[in-house]
């Protein structure tokens, strides 16, 4: 079974410009997460959407985060403008079950560096 | 959310066994106790997870405490690929909007 997949796994941009990530879920997993993961922390979750809908984005920063997912599928996080503090790894998850059987597979994260 | 807490950092030698532990005081009988580990330049991977009763599988055992305030992840035999970070998470069981919230969790070194 293919696992999440992101891309790019490296990006370094300069402040005040925009980036986006690309995330492809696990074939059949309708609930799909952003979280981001800032040096010597835990992930922290940015959004999260079941199928094409967001449950929760009440961490995203919106003036300048957005994020998308067409078709209850890939999905795609995009940042504008950037700001130093936005240096992080941006890791994606996708869950199948709820309830007791319920685990997270994630992605191996793309590493953005603003400078 | 119900709070964990964990010990910053352990260390164990190779081939030795390992006990994680977990405080979670606060947690409500709804709450599941999940585990997950971070190894270096990678994404976050589920260990294992439980409710009320003591849980195994083949990648380590979870032994829950009675009053369930507290739980221990037991990694029968560490090896060096089981140095990571480890995350104690307290999940609510809320169907259809289940999330996980990460704290600084437990880095684990593995001694030769």
């Known amino acids: 079974e293919a696992g999440v997949a992101q891309s790019p796994r490296y990006k370094i941009i300069e402040k005040r410009q925009s980036v986006a990530f690309w995330c492809n879920p696990i074939s059949g997993h309708a609930t799909l997460y952003w979280y981001q993961q800032i040096l010597g922390q835990g992930p922290k979750l940015l959004i999260q959407f079941q199928n094409n809908g967001v449950v929760d984005d009440s961490q995203l920063p919106k003036d300048r985060f957005s994020a998308e997912r067409l078709k209850g599928v890939d999905s795609t996080l995009k940042i504008q403008p950037a700001k130093l503090e936005d240096s992080a790894v941006y890791l994606c998850a996708s869950s199948l079950f709820t309830g007791s059987a319920y685990e997270q597979y994630f992605g191996p994260g793309t590493r953005l560096t603003v400078t | 959310d119900a709070k964990t807490t964990q010990p910053n950092s352990m260390e164990s030698n190779e081939e030795e066994p390992v006990h994680l532990p977990c405080n979670h005081s606060t947690i409500s009988g709804t709450d599941y106790i999940h585990w997950y580990r971070q190894l270096p330049s990678q994404g976050p991977e589920y260990v294992i997870h439980?409710?009320?009763s003591n849980v195994n599988n083949r990648m380590a055992s979870l032994a829950i405490a009675e009053d369930r305030k507290s739980s221990t992840l037991i990694l029968h035999r560490a090896t060096l690929r089981d140095a990571a970070v480890y995350y104690c998470?307290?999940?609510?069981?809320?169907?259809?909007?289940?999330?996980?919230?990460f704290g600084t969790g437990t880095r684990l070194t593995i001694i030769p």
């Open positions: 998470i307290l999940r609510v069981a809320n169907f259809g909007n289940e999330k996980l919230t």
């Open positions: 439980g409710l009320t």
